[in-house]
């Protein structure tokens, strides 16, 4: 059963890290793309970031624009984990983290848009003093 | 602000059919596939549609999908009571270079 297990979060002061781990089972993870997606208390889902899977557009990683130079996705493949390493964290980074693979491992300009199939169960990340 | 627009709400009885809207731009909907999730406080976010309008495996076909121009539509017919959830569409959009999400519509079932 293709899985998604996301741990790592929890209780963290403004302007604190924590990295996110993101464990896959029942597939191959560097085989497709891979994103991190957050629901903020009381909001929508807001896109994180992303990251390409094998093939061109593999290391390729984007960014929505409020975490750009703080947060880092990246790939162990020999683990089979997704992480996402956050800095300077703020009060508004509070909420539940999901990953989620995407149906294909190609993400970003030049590639048909092959959104996200499989998600986990999230982990929550508060920032507060 | 979501650069998806939704109505942030949808109704109707059981048996009837609800429709939820997607209303995006050239640089989102105009030219990228669409996906449309569910999602049911506290599980995790369920695909219901992929690539505009087709369905996964396990997915009643009581839910459609369908694009026109800069806009997208989810469709429920027949509707049932478990379908109570909030519903949101995504897509990539060419000028962010990133996934973004309509900011929601909560299905209520009456």
């Known amino acids: 059963e293709v899985q998604l297990l996301e741990s790592g979060g929890g209780l963290v002061r403004p302007g604190g890290s924590l990295r996110l781990s993101c464990a896959a089972s029942?597939?191959?993870?560097?085989?497709?793309?891979m994103t991190w997606v957050r629901q903020r208390p009381g909001k929508g889902l807001e896109w994180v970031a992303g990251t390409g899977g094998r093939g061109d557009s593999y290391g390729r990683t984007f960014y929505t624009d409020s975490v750009k130079g703080r947060f880092t996705i990246s790939r162990d493949n020999s683990m089979n984990t997704l992480y996402l390493q956050m800095n300077n964290l703020r009060g508004e980074d509070t909420a539940v983290y999901y990953c989620?693979?995407?149906?294909?491992?190609?993400?970003?300009?030049?590639?048909?848009?092959?959104?996200?199939?499989?998600w986990g169960q999230g982990t929550t990340v508060t920032v507060s003093s | 602000q979501s650069v998806l627009t939704q109505p942030p709400s949808a109704s109707g009885t059981p048996g009837q059919r609800v429709t939820v809207s997607c209303s995006g731009s050239s640089s989102n909907i105009g030219s990228n596939y669409v996906y449309w999730y569910q999602l049911v406080a506290g599980t995790a976010p369920k695909l219901l549609i992929y690539k505009n309008n087709q369905r996964p495996s396990g997915v009643p076909d009581r839910f459609s999908g369908s694009t026109s121009g800069t806009s997208a539509s989810l469709a429920i017919s027949g509707l049932q009571s478990e379908d109570e959830a909030d519903y949101y569409c995504a897509t990539w959009d060419d000028r962010l270079n990133g996934v973004v999400f309509g900011g929601g519509t909560k299905l209520t079932v009456l």
């Open positions: 029942g597939f191959t993870s560097v085989n497709f793309a």
């Open positions: 989620a693979k995407h149906l294909a491992s190609g993400l970003g300009p030049g590639y048909y848009f092959y959104g996200m199939d499989v």
